[in-house]
């Protein structure tokens, strides 16, 4: 096997890093026995994916003997075999590793030709080769994973446009085929497939129980937990995927989960790997920002972030740094763990007096709707700025994101210039910082109004793509391809670490998508009540009903270029 050795490493690498479970290639070394010259042939083995161990045999032999194949060297077709080492992995759960294949052809000085045949075991938890016998009762569940394979496809098949009915036939073969770790994964494939996440998750689940937990099977599993707004699941598995794989690229989706999930412990471990791979990572900083204490950690942490933003060419984050650094410029106490709400405002109203006015029972400000927003600190500093501040000794919650949002649109609509400022015990999100920094972007989801009826659907559409000029300098033109440019807003919304952007704008954004659709499809389009009255409004164009909706908030979560892009193939296929 030495001429594939090379091949083979990779292979086996690649299995530990990403979880592959079928080449469905092979690597053949030939020699032509016309001019000598070795190649190296890469062929393409689907067809034998799903084939017993006898007949990926047998299939290999006929392509290492076939004549049809000149020699790009000299061009000829050579009159008998040429000369072949064929290597062939298939992954087997129940081995937990590679099966190799092993087909060595050669010619001998009378013309016949020799076969010789052997197999291979490379596990993924070792690092030396096992030689199996061919009588070897293990190999018997090749064959079985090769059969169930094969029973999933023909039910694909046989219902190609009915993943029910798959589904189905599928759940009847688990039945008798008990907890087959690749019959589970190919029905969480189609319960995905299907829009089943919860179905699919459950599946995916069962399957890493009864079978090898692979990095692929588990970044599969908390892409579901994330459709399914379940950061912490999402977070604790892609954590497992790293630790089975080692690979990097995972990452800075790994610390912006765990930092929507609030595992600071896992944000912290994440970030400073991500920072020894990227030292410069404008993630990791921003996350590092949402672990640091009051107030020096945090200084720390806002100046690493402002000077990466700024050599990365992120506006916004740098904004968002110097805005608090500026602000923690005042003289801010530490919050001592011996301190407790009332020990901590009282220290912070001493520190501040040498500097400014201090006023411990601001007058409350009174919105248009009756709510009151005091504070519980208003300070105004010699040259007339004027800070309000929010003392939390409470877990920074989404519910607190909300309500320091709610305080801040309130003041905005007030016209009160006082600036924002939460101090909490616990380390604050970025994504809160951020919304509170008074940047452009900011404002956009701070102002963000929508009717959320979507009776007025144009009104939001103009109101969004009015949005996507103004702060991204994106123009939208109502064609699918602006679609791409919709993707990148809702992206980069979620890059800035703002979080969840609010309803109302994914609202503005739906309508916008919608009126899109209906352009494209070019029939009376309107909005109506979700199934049985509940649930989100539905887009019915014609006689087709489109769930744009839960679309374009799983796009603003997870990935819109997936979700808009599977739109778009949508319209196509009802385009006459």
Same mark, same amino acid.
């Given at each position: 096997?030495?001429?594939?050795?090379?091949?083979?490493?990779? =292979?086996r690498?690649?299995?530990?890093?990403?979880?592959v479970?079928?080449?469905?290639?092979?690597?053949?070394?030939?020699?032509?026995p016309?001019?000598?010259?070795?190649?190296?042939?890469?062929?393409?083995l689907? !067809?034998?994916?799903?084939?017993?161990?006898q007949?990926?045999?047998?299939?290999?032999?006929?392509?290492?003997?076939?004549?049809?194949?000149p020699? !790009?060297?000299?061009?000829? /077709?050579? =009159? +008998?075999?040429?000369?072949?080492?064929?290597?062939?992995?298939?992954?087997?759960?129940?081995?937990?590793?590679h099966?190799? &294949?092993?087909?060595?052809v050669?010619?001998?000085?009378?013309?016949r @030709?020799?076969?010789?045949?052997?197999?291979?075991?490379a596990?993924?938890?070792?690092?030396?080769? =096992?030689?199996l016998?061919?009588?070897?009762? /293990?190999?018997?569940?090749?064959?079985?994973?090769?059969e @169930?394979?094969?029973?999933?496809?023909?039910?694909?098949?046989?219902? !190609?446009?009915?993943?029910?009915?798959?589904?189905?036939? $599928?759940?009847?073969?688990l039945?008798?085929?008990?907890?087959?770790?690749?019959?589970? +994964?190919?029905?969480?494939?189609?319960?995905?497939?299907?829009?089943?996440d919860?179905v699919?998750? /459950?599946?995916?689940e069962?399957?890493?129980?009864?079978?090898?937990?692979?990095?692929?099977?588990?970044?599969?599993?908390?892409?579901?937990?994330? +459709?399914?707004d379940?950061?912490?699941?999402?977070?604790?598995?892609?954590?497992?995927?790293? =630790?089975?794989?080692?690979? &990097?690229?995972?990452?800075p989706?790994?610390v912006?989960?765990?930092?929507? %999930?609030r595992?600071?412990?896992?944000?912290?471990?994440?970030?400073?790997?991500?920072?020894?791979?990227?030292?410069?990572s &404008?993630?990791?900083?921003?996350?590092l &920002?949402?672990?640091?204490?009051?107030?020096?950690?945090?200084?720390?942490?806002?100046?690493?972030?402002?000077?990466?933003?700024?050599?990365?060419?992120?506006?916004?984050?740098?904004?968002v740094?110097?805005?608090?650094?500026?602000?923690?410029? $005042?003289?801010l106490?530490?919050?001592s763990?011996?301190q407790?709400r009332?020990?901590?405002?009282?220290a912070?109203?001493?520190? $501040?007096?040498?500097?400014?006015t201090?006023?411990?029972?601001?007058q409350?400000?009174?919105?248009?709707?009756? %709510?009151?927003?005091?504070g519980?600190?208003?300070?105004?500093?010699?040259?007339?700025?004027?800070?309000?501040f929010?003392?939390?000794?409470?877990?920074p919650t989404?519910?607190?994101?909300?309500?320091?949002?709610?305080?801040?649109?309130?003041a905005?609509?007030?016209?009160?210039?006082?600036?924002?400022?939460?101090?909490?015990?616990?380390?604050? !999100?970025?994504?809160?910082?951020?919304?509170?920094?008074?940047?452009?972007?900011?404002?956009l989801?701070?102002?963000? #109004?929508?009717?959320?009826?979507?009776v007025?659907? #144009?009104?939001?559409?103009?109101?969004?793509?009015?949005?996507?000029?103004?702060?991204?300098? +994106?123009? @939208? #033109?109502f064609?699918?391809?602006?679609l791409?440019?919709?993707?990148?807003?809702?992206?980069?919304?979620?890059? #800035?670490?703002?979080?969840d952007p609010?309803?109302? $704008?994914?609202?503005?954004?739906?309508?916008?998508?919608?009126?899109?659709?209906a352009?494209?499809?070019?029939?009376? %389009?309107?909005?109506?009540?979700?199934?049985?009255?509940?649930?989100?409004p539905?887009?019915?164009?014609?006689?087709?009903?489109?769930?744009?909706?839960?679309?374009?908030?799983?796009?603003? /979560?997870?990935?819109?270029?997936?979700?808009l892009?599977?739109l778009?193939?949508?319209l196509?296929?009802? @385009?006459?």
């Amino acid at each position: 096997m030495s001429d594939l050795a090379d091949w083979l490493d990779h =292979e086996r690498a690649l299995a530990r890093r990403l979880g592959v479970f079928a080449t469905e290639a092979s690597y053949q070394t030939l020699t032509c026995p016309e001019c000598d010259e070795p190649r190296l042939v890469k062929r393409r083995l689907d !067809p034998l994916a799903r084939g017993s161990l006898q007949s990926v045999q047998e299939g290999l032999i006929a392509i290492a003997i076939d004549l049809d194949s000149p020699c !790009p060297s000299c061009d000829r /077709r050579p =009159e +008998r075999a040429p000369d072949s080492e064929t290597l062939y992995l298939a992954f087997s759960p129940r081995l937990g590793g590679h099966l190799g &294949v092993e087909i060595h052809v050669s010619t001998t000085d009378d013309g016949r @030709l020799r076969v010789r045949r052997a197999l291979w075991l490379a596990r993924l938890d070792a690092d030396e080769l =096992e030689e199996l016998d061919p009588a070897d009762p /293990r190999l018997d569940s090749v064959d079985r994973d090769a059969e @169930l394979r094969r029973c999933a496809a023909q039910a694909e098949a046989d219902a !190609p446009d009915d993943a029910d009915a798959a589904l189905r036939a $599928l759940a009847e073969l688990l039945s008798t085929a008990g907890e087959d770790a690749t019959l589970l +994964r190919e029905l969480a494939r189609l319960a995905a497939d299907r829009g089943l996440d919860a179905v699919a998750a /459950r599946y995916l689940e069962r399957a890493l129980a009864a079978g090898p937990a692979t990095s692929a099977a588990l970044i599969d599993l908390a892409g579901l937990y994330r +459709r399914l707004d379940d950061d912490a699941a999402a977070s604790e598995t892609l954590a497992r995927a790293f =630790e089975a794989s080692g690979d &990097v690229d995972l990452l800075p989706d790994l610390v912006v989960t765990a930092a929507r %999930a609030r595992r600071l412990g896992a944000t912290e471990r994440a970030a400073q790997a991500l920072q020894i791979t990227e030292p410069d990572s &404008v993630v990791a900083a921003k996350a590092l &920002v949402g672990t640091a204490a009051i107030v020096a950690p945090l200084v720390d942490a806002l100046d690493t972030l402002e000077r990466h933003a700024a050599n990365a060419g992120d506006l916004t984050a740098a904004a968002v740094a110097t805005h608090w650094l500026d602000v923690l410029a $005042l003289p801010l106490p530490d919050w001592s763990a011996a301190q407790d709400r009332a020990g901590y405002l009282e220290a912070l109203a001493d520190e $501040l007096r040498p500097c400014g006015t201090v006023d411990t029972a601001p007058q409350p400000l009174v919105t248009p709707a009756g %709510a009151a927003i005091a504070g519980d600190l208003l300070f105004e500093d010699d040259t007339g700025r004027r800070f309000r501040f929010f003392v939390v000794d409470q877990l920074p919650t989404r519910a607190l994101h909300q309500t320091l949002a709610a305080t801040a649109r309130a003041a905005r609509a007030l016209g009160d210039d006082a600036v924002i400022v939460p101090l909490a015990r616990q380390p604050l !999100p970025y994504a809160t910082l951020a919304l509170l920094a008074g940047t452009p972007r900011s404002a956009l989801l701070l102002d963000a #109004d929508a009717d959320c009826t979507m009776v007025l659907a #144009d009104v939001n559409a103009e109101a969004f793509a009015d949005a996507a000029q103004t702060y991204f300098g +994106r123009p @939208l #033109d109502f064609t699918t391809e602006s679609l791409a440019d919709v993707a990148a807003i809702l992206d980069a919304l979620r890059d #800035d670490g703002v979080g969840d952007p609010p309803y109302p $704008l994914l609202l503005l954004a739906a309508s916008y998508v919608g009126s899109v659709a209906a352009r494209t499809l070019g029939e009376p %389009a309107r909005w109506v009540d979700g199934p049985d009255g509940r649930g989100a409004p539905v887009l019915e164009v014609g006689d087709t009903e489109l769930d744009i909706i839960p679309a374009v908030v799983r796009a603003a /979560r997870i990935d819109a270029d997936a979700e808009l892009n599977a739109l778009v193939q949508l319209l196509n296929a009802r @385009l006459p």
